[in-house]
């Protein structure tokens, strides 16, 4: 049996852990912790933990502020995208967990877009057409977070597609994660979700949540330094591995 200060212990390890491969790719924190939480531990109680340490890794992913204006400014269409999609897809289908064949679905599309991208081929998005593929993947991205709290699918593959540099692709997720974060949060409040008998304990879950937020960040340091050392066709293939492994989890 899991006593509390194993789980204490259990928990911290996984977050860093969560933040490191955070930290290399950009992506995967959520992911990686509700997998190996859920094996001491409920998976409501894993995700009330998970809370503010996703929100607070998305927004240090935005970093640096200096080049977010000129990001908001190329992306600004795809975010208003991303919060439509996100409140209509609440609004017409009740949230995450409505529709349980979306999982499974996304699972298996995230597989085939990342074999695709292991196979070498890319595409660019021309410069006349990113304001409008934007806002339609915006709204895509969102409608698919209403149903599966997963929003990766097709904000990355959209975001890959503009020939950004490195560290400009990991502010974008960051950017969008960020506003799909926030923009689920304010759909499933607005449905009441989450607000049920256990209301009563959300100042624990909320201190509880902020504490992960130590190791997670400690582990995204750790992993940014190491993405440094990585060159572009590694970074590339660890992405499109970590994409891999998240349809792989959801298909299953």
Same mark, same amino acid.
């Given at each position: 049996m899991w006593n509390e200060g194993w789980m204490a212990a259990a928990a911290i390890a996984v977050f860093g852990l969560a933040g490191c491969v955070k930290g290399v790719v950009g992506l995967g924190l959520p992911t990686v912790s509700m997998a190996l939480l859920a094996v001491f531990m409920p998976p409501a109680q894993a995700a009330a933990l998970l809370l503010l340490p996703s929100l607070v890794t998305n927004l240090v992913q935005m970093r640096p502020v200096a080049g977010l204006q000129p990001l908001l400014q190329r992306l600004g269409w795809m975010q208003l995208g991303i919060v439509l999609g996100t409140l209509g897809g609440v609004a017409l289908w009740g949230g995450v967990g409505s529709l349980p064949a979306a999982r499974p679905a996304l699972g298996l599309a995230l597989v085939i877009y990342a074999l695709?991208? =292991? /196979? !070498?081929?890319? &595409?660019?998005?021309? %410069?006349?057409?990113?304001? &409008?593929?934007?806002?339609? *993947? !915006?709204?895509?991205?969102?409608?698919?977070?209403?149903?599966?709290?997963? +929003?990766?699918?097709?904000?990355?593959? +959209?975001? $890959? /597609?503009?020939?950004?540099?490195?560290? %400009?692709?990991?502010?974008?997720?960051?950017? *969008?994660?960020?506003? /799909?974060? @926030?923009a @689920?949060?304010?759909? =499933? =409040? &607005? $449905? !009441?979700?989450?607000?049920?008998?256990? %209301? $009563?304990? #959300?100042?624990?879950? @909320?201190?509880?949540?902020?504490? #992960?937020?130590?190791?997670?960040?400690? !582990?995204?340091? &750790?992993?940014?330094? =190491?993405?440094?050392?990585? /060159?572009?066709? @590694? +970074?590339?293939?660890l992405l499109m591995l970590s994409l891999l492994a998240l349809g792989a989890y959801l298909c299953f």
């Open positions: 695709w991208g =292991l /196979s !070498g081929l890319r &595409w660019q998005t021309p %410069a006349p057409h990113q304001a &409008w593929l934007g806002a339609a *993947c !915006g709204l895509l991205t969102g409608a698919i977070t209403a149903v599966t709290g997963v +929003f990766v699918v097709p904000a990355v593959a +959209f975001l $890959q /597609s503009l020939g950004l540099s490195r560290p %400009a692709l990991m502010q974008a997720m960051g950017l *969008c994660f960020t506003t /799909s974060t @926030l @689920l949060g304010a759909g =499933l =409040l &607005w $449905q !009441g979700q989450g607000l049920g008998a256990q %209301a $009563q304990e #959300m100042g624990l879950g @909320l201190l509880a949540s902020a504490l #992960m937020l130590i190791p997670a960040l400690a !582990g995204m340091h &750790w992993g940014e330094l =190491l993405r440094e050392k990585l /060159s572009p066709e @590694l +970074f590339r293939k």
